[in-house]
């Protein structure tokens, strides 16, 4: 085994080395011998420990990036296979990566980034044309298997301040698509922030105009063991802990997790900082605010930004720049990243990411 390591250690350290093309079938028969083996996928994860990396996209029209290992604490090119654009919706857990384009909603991959193993599944059931979807994705701790949600909202003609629902829910040990609830909201709106925590799935809402709200962002939780809730989905509203730019949800530990910007008092659209709560119950509590000095190192800094975490880290990076800044829940600790080897080449250039698990025993 020290061997294995060693030789994908070395691998990984210069993953641009140049190889002949006779010497790569026999470099990629090898890699993938030793990656698919039992004693590896068993050791790998106790002889490599690993935290989650991000994965940069670094092109605004193709989906080209890197991925950042915050304990080597380098920077790694990864080809992420069948995704054609860096707007796709995207949801990680454990491992795997699932990812839906934004135009027609009907392609839908699950991959594992590391080992590129990846599969399509079938077309998602519900609106063919929706103005806004929400994916997620939960892997199972002990079976494997994972459950995928995708929320689709519809705003409704010639009332744009009501929103038709609805809820599809894809099981990978039967390969069927269920939807599982529709309803009418109003006042508000789904949007593209969703995640599952413990079973439950969370949406944030938008404000849809039409109402005396005094915030622009709202929460409902539906429980996916239910499949039914009609009239239920606004019963289960929680309110944001303050007014919101945006809102980033991710799962931490089973823990559902929140990164926002906090609007000035005056100009709710204007970020003032970033703050982190997490959600008890119905109750928001605040973990963590960004330090001023970390939000200037930004330099200017969008309402809204890209922000992912699992396990217990969380990644905060501007669209505008591929500046990184990294958040460890457990120590309270603030922390840029290494440089991305990348520069922005054009003021319009858009950077965003996502945060995975590099694990090379989890299969779509």
């Known amino acids: 085994m020290e061997g294995e390591a060693s030789w994908v250690n070395n691998s990984f350290e210069n993953p641009t080395r ?21 004693r590896f996928l068993w050791n790998f994860p106790h002889v490599l420990p690993q935290k989650p990396w991000y994965f940069m996209f670094t092109s605004s029209d193709e989906p080209v990036g890197y991925a950042f290992d915050p ?47 990846c599969r399509k599944l079938q077309e998602p059931p519900g609106l063919k044309v929706s103005d806004y979807s929400a994916l997620a994705i939960s892997v199972n701790r002990i079976s494997n298997g994972y459950t995928i949600s995708i929320v689709k909202s519809k705003l409704g003609l010639g ?18 698509w269920v939807t599982s609830c529709t309803e009418v909201l109003t006042g508000w709106r789904g949007g593209d922030e969703s995640v599952i925590c413990g079973g439950v799935l969370y949406l944030l809402l938008y404000s849809a105009g039409g109402g005396s709200t005094d915030t622009r962002h709202g929460l409902i939780r539906y429980n996916l063991s239910n499949r039914s809730s009609h009239g239920l989905l606004i019963r289960s509203f929680i309110k944001v802990p303050c007014p919101l730019t945006c809102g980033r949800l991710m799962n931490l530990n089973e823990k559902l997790v929140m990164v926002g910007g906090i609007g000035k008092q005056d100009r709710p659209d204007i970020i003032k900082g970033i703050g982190i709560w997490v959600l008890n119950g119905k109750d928001w509590q605040e973990i963590a605010r960004m330090p001023h000095k970390f939000f200037q190192g930004f330099g200017e800094f969008d309402e809204v930004f890209a922000s992912s975490g699992t396990d217990n880290l969380i990644y905060i990076q501007s669209y505008g720049a591929p500046a990184l800044l990294v958040f460890d829940i457990n120590q309270r600790q603030w922390k840029w990243s290494q440089k991305c080897p990348v520069s922005k080449r054009f003021p319009l250039q858009l950077f965003t990411g996502f945060c995975f698990e590099p694990r090379l025993d989890m299969a779509p």
Request: positive net charge.
């Open 159 to 176: 009332n744009f301040f009501q929103s038709d629902l609805s809820i599809h829910i894809y099981d990978s040990e039967t390969r069927m």
């Open 71 to 117: 304990i080597l604490r380098k920077w790694f090119g990864i080809d992420l296979p069948h995704i054609k654009k860096s707007n796709w919706l995207i949801a990680t857990s454990r491992g795997l990566v699932s990812f839906m384009d934004r135009d027609s909603r009907s392609e839908l991959y699950v991959c594992n980034p590391i080992t590129k193993r």
């Open 18 to 38: 140049d190889i002949a093309s006779s010497e790569l079938a026999v470099y990629v028969k090898r890699w993938h011998g030793i990656v698919s083996s039992r």
